[in-house]
């Protein structure tokens, strides 16, 4: 069983949707979740960052976190064209940082 | 500089040939971090450096890949006897290490093609 498992998709969404990007992880020591854009031919760039259940929100992006369920998802409200990359999912534990396969999404115009 | 600087930024060998990847940290960030990311792949996890601890290896897929890091600062990343396999975006990435939830700065990344 892989630590952080993520549908690869595509997710398509047309612009305005919202999207969801979901995430579970098998470690039950995780601390710390963590959500990386990472556009085609780029490097990964922090999102968001969540800790405690429940729900964070950032502008147009919510991350959701359920440890019991060890689940974790990232919504994106008003989905734009700009948004489409594919979305890696993280956790960390005392230290170590594992990255899921990611989820690529696709924003229709 | 302001970032995490790696090099070359693209390398092109044959198999069986040695290849030395570079990362030079964000001054100051006591953490160190490689991944592979192969074509369309998520981030594979190679070797972690922390301070002056030993490192993580546990990544490394094997023994013909090895990392240091000098001083606590630049890292390098050897394949001895490159397969093609071998062929994927190598990243670095750095953190200061002051709480549970670091926030990692990637460099550019290392496209390797093993021929």
């Known amino acids: 069983q892989k630590e952080v498992e993520q549908n690869s998709g595509p997710l398509s969404v047309p612009e305005g949707a919202i999207a969801s990007l979901n995430c579970t992880y098998s470690?039950?020591?995780?601390?710390?979740f963590f959500w990386y854009r990472q556009y085609s031919g780029k490097s990964p760039e922090l999102i968001m960052f969540?800790?405690?259940?429940g729900d964070k929100e950032d502008g147009r992006f919510t991350a959701q976190l359920n440890k019991a369920s060890q689940y974790v998802s990232l919504l994106i409200r008003d989905s734009q064209p700009s948004d489409s990359a594919t979305y890696l999912c993280a956790h960390s534990g005392t230290y170590k940082y594992i990255f899921g396969t990611g989820t690529r999404l696709k924003v229709l115009a | 500089g302001a970032g995490v600087s790696q090099s070359p930024s693209n390398k092109v060998t044959e198999k069986g040939k040695d290849v030395e990847l570079r990362c030079d940290p964000i001054?100051?960030?006591?953490?160190l971090y490689w991944y592979r990311q192969s074509l369309g792949q998520g981030l594979e996890f190679l070797i972690y450096f922390q301070g002056n601890s030993a490192p993580d290896k546990s990544g490394l897929p094997s023994d013909r890949f090895s990392a240091e890091r000098t001083g606590g600062s630049v890292s390098t990343l050897t394949i001895q006897r490159t397969q093609q396999e071998d062929s994927a975006v190598y990243l670095c990435?750095?953190?200061?290490?002051?709480?549970?939830?670091?926030?990692?700065?990637f460099g550019s990344g290392t496209q390797l093609s093993v021929l």
């Open positions: 470690d039950r020591g995780s601390q710390s």
């Open positions: 969540i800790y405690s259940n």
């Open positions: 990435a750095s953190s200061p290490y002051r709480g549970q939830n670091e926030k990692l700065f």
């Open positions: 001054s100051g960030h006591t953490a």
